[in-house]
C-alpha cells in the first residue's frame, strides 16, 4: 500500500541555519503531495504541495520540489527561525482515493534555538 | 482559505460516559470529512470517513460501535466516543475536503479536540 517515510527527528538548529526534511513515498498512480506543519497543541496546518512531477511548492520560505525519479518531496528553508518550531508532516493522496484520503509520514519534530 | 473548527477543544470526562465532537467547515460545504486519531509525539491515524447522508467507512481496527460517526449535514460531521475509557484519551483531528476554483481537492484540518479519559 501506499506509504511515506521521512527523516528521524528530533531535528535541533541554531537560528538562521538551512533546514532540509527528507520525504520519500511509495504509491501505486498518481499521487499529490504535501508538507503539513503541527504546532505545539494545536491541529494541522497545510504548508505547501506539489500535484505533479517537477512541481515546486512553496511557502514561508519553505520549499518542496516533486521529484518522481527518485519519489521523493524534500523540505527545505534557507533561513529558519525560532517561530518554526513545529512538528513537521510529510504526506500524500492518491488519484484512485479521488484524492480525498491523506497518508501521512510518521512526522519530524524540530527544534530552532536562538 | 478553508477553514474547519472543531469543538470542543479538549474534554475531560469519566470513564464510562459518552463524548460528543464536532467538525464544521466554516465557509464551504463537504460532502467527505474524515477522522483522524494522533497520540502523543506520533503521526495521524485514519480512523473513518464521513460521508453526507450515509453511513461512515471505518478503517480496519476501528471499532464502529465505539466510535459513532454522524455527517448529517454538508458543514457537519459529529464523531461520539461511546463508553469512553482511559485508552480513548487522544488527539482526535477532523478534515473536510475543499474543492479550489481550479477543480483540485485539498484536505483542511480542523484544530483537534484532545480527550482525557480519567
Known amino acids: 500500500g501506499d506509504s511515506v517515510t521521512q527523516m528521524e527527528g528530533p531535528v535541533t538548529l541554531s537560528e538562521e541555519a538551512f533546514l532540509t526534511i527528507n520525504c520519500t513515498y511509495t504509491a501505486t498512480g498518481y499521487p499529490s503531495l504535501f508538507w503539513y506543519v503541527q504546532y505545539p497543541g494545536e491541529g494541522l496546518q497545510l504548508l505547501l504541495k506539489a500535484t505533479k512531477a517537477d512541481d515546486k511548492g512553496s511557502n514561508k520560505g519553505f520549499e518542496a520540489t516533486y521529484r518522481k525519479e527518485t519519489t521523493s518531496f524534500h523540505l527545505e528553508k534557507g533561513s529558519v527561525q525560532v517561530s518554526d518550531s513545529a512538528v513537521y508532516f510529510c504526506a500524500l493522496s492518491e488519484e484512485e482515493t479521488s484524492y480525498d484520503k491523506v497518508i501521512f509520514g510518521p512526522g519530524t519534530s524540530l527544534s530552532v534555538i536562538p | 482559505g478553508a477553514v474547519v473548527s472543531q469543538h470542543p477543544s479538549r474534554v475531560i470526562c469519566k470513564s464510562g460516559t459518552s463524548v460528543k465532537i464536532e467538525c464544521r467547515s466554516l465557509d464551504f460545504q463537504a460532502t467527505t470529512m474524515f477522522w483522524y486519531r494522533q497520540f502523543p509525539k506520533q503521526s495521524l491515524m485514519l480512523m473513518a470517513t464521513?460521508?453526507?447522508?450515509?453511513?461512515?467507512?471505518?478503517e480496519q481496527g476501528v471499532e464502529k460501535d465505539k466510535f459513532l460517526i454522524n455527517h448529517a449535514s454538508l458543514t457537519l460531521s459529529t464523531l461520539t466516543v461511546t463508553s469512553a475509557h482511559p485508552e480513548d484519551s487522544s488527539f482526535y483531528i477532523c478534515?473536510?475536503?475543499?474543492?479550489?476554483?481550479?477543480?483540485?481537492?485539498?484536505?483542511?484540518f480542523g484544530p483537534g479536540t484532545r480527550l482525557l479519559v480519567l
Open positions: 464521513s460521508n453526507e447522508g450515509s453511513k461512515a467507512t471505518y
Open positions: 478534515s473536510a475536503t475543499f474543492w479550489t476554483s481550479g477543480g483540485a481537492k485539498t484536505q483542511y
